[in-house]
């Protein structure tokens, strides 16, 4: 049972280049997030998706997109990178109402855009 | 705006000793509330959680306390262990409309030293 995996671990782009992270769950969760933590700051959201087929956006959306291709897998796609987005994201999932609001996170990608 | 305040970014203990970290909050619509425990280079890890009907949850080491009142939380762990050296998150959640999502409040580093 892998949990929430993360591909890929370690990325580095050059300025205006494009990439997308992927994320996949195997504990069938209906909802799934992205977050960027910087340095010294807690995790903030990015966006999120309720469950399949949709998708909102978090506290610090811009410059990211996202897709929720099935109920396993969640996207973050950034069409243009800039050095202020060089940051580790987290992917994570969690089952949508009540006492599952414990989620469940990946370990980790660490993006550096210079 | 700061919605979560862990004022102390760092808390250094004996092995043995009791570790009290604090959170603080601004939004009375928080009904739930966890704390995540964060080593380096992984995701963060589910530690404990607490309902805003009950004031007190224990589980083996780990206590938290919440204070609707003050709006303030506190997470103790008795007795620390040097296992438990890590950075621990305070995360309240608003549940909305069948989905939940986190706030994170910047971390405390904890470090307990034999």
């Known amino acids: 049972n892998a949990g929430v995996t993360q591909t890929p671990k370690f990325q580095v782009l050059k300025t205006g280049q494009s990439m997308t992270l992927q994320c996949a769950q195997d504990?069938?969760?209906?909802?799934m997030y992205w977050y960027r933590q910087d340095p010294g700051m807690g995790l903030r959201l990015i966006y999120y998706?309720?469950?399949?087929?949709?998708?909102d956006k978090g506290e610090v959306p811009n410059g990211y997109n996202v897709s929720r291709l099935n109920k396993r897998e969640f996207s973050l796609r950034l069409e243009s990178a800039a050095p202020s987005q060089t940051s580790v994201y987290f992917c994570?999932?969690?089952?949508?109402?009540?006492?599952?609001?414990?989620?469940?996170f990946g370990p980790g990608t660490r993006l550096t855009v210079t | 705006d700061q919605q979560v305040k862990q004022n102390s970014p760092s808390l250094s203990v004996q092995e043995g000793r009791i570790s009290i970290l604090n959170c603080d909050y601004t939004?009375?619509?928080?009904?739930?509330f966890l704390w995540y425990k964060k080593y380096p280079a992984e995701g963060p890890t589910f530690l404990i959680s607490?309902?805003?009907?009950?004031d007190k949850n224990e589980d083996g080491r780990f206590t938290v306390f919440l204070n609707k009142s003050a709006k303030h939380l506190s997470l103790h762990i008795v007795p620390s262990q040097p296992g438990d050296s890590a950075v621990y998150f305070c995360?309240?959640?608003?549940?909305?409309?069948?989905?939940?999502?986190?706030?994170f409040g910047k971390g405390t580093m904890l470090l307990v030293s034999p």
């Open positions: 994570a999932s969690s089952e949508a109402v009540g006492q599952g609001s414990e989620q469940y």
């Open positions: 504990m069938n969760h209906n909802s």
């Open positions: 998706s309720a469950s399949e087929g949709t998708t």
């Open positions: 939004n009375s619509m928080f009904d739930y």
């Open positions: 607490i309902s805003s009907i009950k």
């Open positions: 995360a309240p959640v608003e549940m909305n409309s069948g989905y939940s999502t986190l706030t």
